[in-house]
């Protein structure tokens, strides 16, 4: 049997034997817990510019795929929604992802540098929104030299900061405009912000309305100080007596208080009118399959009778139906509609968009008829499906195309959609597919 004092010797050969062995691998097969210190961060750097590198590449093909416009021509879906479909991208990851893409397109130089590792991501994305602050007569060597003098400082400063040295890169290219060009770029900031300024609202299915906007900076600065004051005295009074209310549940009440006040000083303008609604005429013949066009009564604009189709299916005009003569056949039927229960029922089942890889929510979406209503299809809730306004077109049935050359819809054995695109030249079987919410 052997000693204590020979188990450690041989202990210490295997280890000493080991790590010889170890020292003879390249780095990235040795496992972890055999790298020193220095050399575990020396292998994080290294990583990370691989993450770069393989980054950069990610982008350029991203950028390739949106100028050749592949996705819609293959799949119906713009880039960014067939990121969201086939990879593991949020909607709004994916939209910063092409918009990015597009913009080191544009500027070789930021691509350049992270393929090479010498900016992050992040920072081209900083690098890039700080150009659009450069003056308008800045030449291509001009532009090229601040863009080199920002990849320079992206070794000492981090995103959020890149953006905001447009003004020393300035000073160094052309020290003789840069005051006058953050003169001038303050001013284009404030032109662009009351250009973008917008506000649009729209109503959820259960009546509330959802409220977005973008507001100039010092407008949108009043805004918040008001409804904080507001919102911040508000919230104190309801905590104070017991009550429980969120800061943004505080917030849309101060909003309402302002409405609410401004509205009781009599000031606010009326205009007498009803609620504006669009009339829509439609031979019965075009309706059901011929060829025509419909029209808007409003101001007799022509639509295609595949526009009234889809429009028929659910959309907030009355349908005015002709038979010979122009006889008025029909006028609109309220069971054509998805509405109400009908239609919140289809949204707890749907949940948005039903296309596979689109991201619009119930809000922006019409309840469509899988036969269609014009073709004697039903208002129930097995035949009803939510689609955008996009892919609602896309698969829109055509009566004068046959079933081959047309979109298909089907329920799985859950009540979920399923859809197969048209047969392609040679293509016997249908391919079904379903959106990635109903597939984990």
């Not at 001009?142 to 959020?160: E, H, I, M, N, Y």
């Not at 006058?180 to 912000?193: F, N, P, S, T, Y």
């Not at 302002?258 to 007498?272: M, Q, W």
């Amino acid at each position: 049997m052997q000693s204590s004092s020979d188990q450690q010797d041989l202990v210490e050969l295997l280890n000493a034997h080991i790590t010889a062995t170890l020292a003879q691998l390249p780095p990235e097969e040795r496992p972890l817990w055999s790298y020193t210190d220095p050399e575990l961060l020396t292998e994080a750097a290294r990583a990370q510019h691989a993450v770069d590198a393989s980054r950069a590449h990610y982008l350029q093909v991203v950028a390739e795929a949106e100028k050749r416009e592949a996705t819609r021509r293959l799949t119906s879906l713009s880039t960014a929604n067939w990121l969201v479909d086939n990879t593991t991208h949020s909607p709004r990851a994916a939209r910063e992802d092409v918009r990015l893409a597009m913009g080191l397109a544009r500027t070789p130089l930021v691509a350049d540098a992270l393929a090479a590792g010498r900016v992050s991501a992040e920072q081209a994305g900083a690098i890039l929104n700080g150009l659009r602050r450069l003056p308008e007569d800045f030449d291509d060597t001009q532009r090229t030299a601040v863009v080199g003098q920002l990849v320079g400082f992206a070794a000492s400063f981090d995103p959020s900061h890149l953006s905001r040295l447009v003004n020393r890169a300035i000073e160094v290219v052309a020290p003789e405009v840069a005051e006058e060009a953050d003169q001038k770029a303050v001013e284009r900031l404030d032109a662009q912000q009351r250009r973008d300024r917008y506000v649009t609202w729209r109503q959820d299915p259960d009546g509330a309305w959802v409220v977005r906007g973008k507001l100039p900076t010092v407008q949108g600065q009043q805004l918040v100080n008001l409804l904080g004051s507001i919102s911040a005295k508000h919230r104190a009074t309801v905590l104070l007596a017991g009550g429980q209310i969120e800061r943004s549940q505080a917030a849309a009440d101060a909003l309402g208080m302002i409405v609410d006040h401004y509205l009781s000083c009599g000031r606010a303008p009326v205009f007498g009118a009803d609620r504006p609604r669009v009339t829509v005429t439609i031979d019965y013949d075009v309706l059901v399959g011929k060829l025509g066009t419909a029209t808007l009564l409003d101001n007799d604009i022509q639509l295609t009778a595949q526009q009234a189709r889809r429009l028929a299916c659910d959309a907030e005009i009355l349908p005015v139906v002709l038979g010979g003569k122009s006889v008025a056949l029909d006028v609109g039927r309220s069971r054509r509609l998805f509405a109400g229960k009908l239609r919140q029922a289809i949204i707890t089942r749907d949940r948005g968009c039903v296309f596979p890889g689109c991201d619009r929510p119930p809000a922006e979406c019409e309840a469509h008829h899988r036969k269609p209503w014009w073709a004697g299809g039903k208002t129930r809730l097995k035949d009803g499906v939510l689609l955008c306004g996009y892919h609602h077109h896309q698969v829109e049935p055509d009566p004068n195309k046959p079933p081959d050359a047309q979109w298909l819809i089907r329920l799985d054995p859950k009540g979920w959609s399923e859809f197969s695109p048209p047969l392609q030249p040679g293509q016997t079987v249908r391919v079904w597919k379903q959106h990635a919410r109903f597939r984990r």
